[in-house]
C-alpha cells in the first residue's frame, strides 16, 4: 500500500504543479483507503482545496494530515492558514504557533503575524518578525516581510530602511 501511496502523491503533485486542483482532488479522493491513512496525501488534499478557497474542506483533510503526523509542520501551518480565511483566528494562532515550535519558517511567522494584526496584536505581531530577525538576521525574505509590515502600518521611514535591508542582504 506504500507504493501505491507515493504513486498516487506523484501523480497528484504532478496535477497540483499545473494548478489543476479540482483533478488532483479528484484523483487522491478516488482512493480513499490511501488518503485517509496518508498524512502527505491528506496534506495535498487539503492544499489542494484551500488554493479553491473551500476553507471548510481544507480544515478537515489538513487536520486529518496534521493528526497523522504530528511533526510535519507545514500541515499545522497550511491548518492555521485555512482557519485564518475562514474567521477561526484563535484556532489559527495555536496551529500556526505549534508549527513554530516544530521548525521555524518565515511564511509560518507572517502567517503568524497576520492572524495577530486581524486579532488587533499589532505589538505581538512586530514581536513576530523581530525574533524572526534575530534567528537570521540576514534573511532578506524576513527584512522584506518586516518591511511590508511596517508599510502596512504606514510606517514608510521604518519600512524603507528594512526594504534597504532586504537588498543588502539579496545583493542587489
Known amino acids: 500500500m506504500e ?3 507515493k504513486k498516487l502523491d506523484e501523480e497528484a503533485q504532478a496535477l497540483m504543479q499545473e494548478e489543476r486542483w479540482s483533478d488532483a482532488i479528484n484523483l487522491i479522493e478516488s482512493r480513499p483507503s490511501l488518503f485517509e491513512r496518508d498524512a502527505r496525501l491528506s496534506w495535498n488534499l487539503g492544499w489542494a482545496y484551500f488554493k479553491l478557497e473551500d476553507w ?3 480544515q478537515v483533510h489538513l487536520s486529518r494530515a496534521r493528526d497523522l503526523d504530528r511533526k510535519m509542520a507545514a500541515s499545522w501551518w497550511a491548518l492555521a492558514a485555512a482557519q485564518m480565511e475562514a474567521g477561526a483566528l484563535d484556532n489559527a494562532e495555536l496551529n500556526v504557533k505549534e508549527a513554530l515550535l516544530i521548525r521555524d519558517s518565515t511564511i509560518f511567522r507572517q ?3 497576520l492572524i495577530l494584526m486581524q486579532r488587533g496584536k499589532v505589538g505581538e505581531a512586530e514581536q513576530v518578525h523581530l525574533q524572526g530577525l534575530e534567528l537570521k538576521p540576514e534573511s532578506p525574505e524576513r527584512w522584506e516581510t518586516y518591511a511590508c509590515f511596517l508599510d502596512d502600518l504606514g510606517r ?3 519600512a524603507e530602511a528594512a526594504y534597504k535591508k532586504a537588498r543588502l542582504f539579496r545583493g542587489n
Open 3 to 5: 507504493n501505491e501511496s
Open 56 to 58: 471548510k474542506s481544507a
Open 111 to 113: 502567517t503568524l503575524a
Open 156 to 158: 514608510q521611514g521604518d
